[in-house]
Nanobody, 111 residues
Framework: QVQLVESGGGLVRSGGSLTLSCRSN?????ISWYRQSPGQEREWVAM???????NVKESLKDRFAISRDDSKNTVYLQMDNLKPEDTGVYYC????????WGRGTQVTVSS
C-alpha cells in the first residue's frame, strides 16, 4: 500500500523560507500538497506529476514552488517569503485517488 510521509515544517519568521518534503514508499504519478490553517478547511496548494506537469494555486505562485525527485520518491514544496497566514498543517496526498490523510507537517509563521 502506498504510504506518504510529510516532513520539513517548523517555526519561521515572516519573510522566511521552508522546504517541505513528501516521501512515498513507491513512485506515485500525481501528488498534491494541501494545507489546513486554524479554523479553515483543507485547501489545495500545488500538484506535481511524474511527467513534469506542475501546478500551483494562483495566489501562491509567486512564493511557492513544487518539485520532485523520483529517484528518491520525494515531492518538495519550496515556500518563500512566508506570511503568518501561511501557518497551518501541510499535507501531501495522491491525487485524485486520495489515500488516508497522514499527520502532516506543522508550519508556523510568526509576525
Amino acid at each position: 500500500q502506498v504510504q506518504l510521509v510529510e516532513s520539513g515544517g517548523g517555526l519561521v519568521r515572516s519573510g522566511g523560507s521552508l522546504t517541505l518534503s513528501c516521501r512515498s514508499n513507491e513512485t506515485v504519478f500525481r501528488i498534491s500538497w494541501y494545507r489546513q490553517s486554524p479554523g479553515q478547511e483543507r485547501e489545495w496548494v500545488a500538484m506535481s506529476t511524474t511527467t513534469n506537469y506542475i501546478n500551483v494555486k494562483e495566489s501562491l505562485k509567486d512564493r511557492f514552488a513544487i518539485s520532485r525527485d523520483d529517484s528518491k520518491n520525494t515531492v518538495y514544496l519550496q515556500m518563500d517569503n512566508l506570511k503568518p497566514e501561511d501557518t497551518g498543517v501541510y499535507y501531501c496526498n495522491r491525487f485524485p485517488e486520495s489515500l488516508p490523510w497522514g499527520r502532516g507537517t506543522q508550519v508556523t509563521v510568526s509576525s
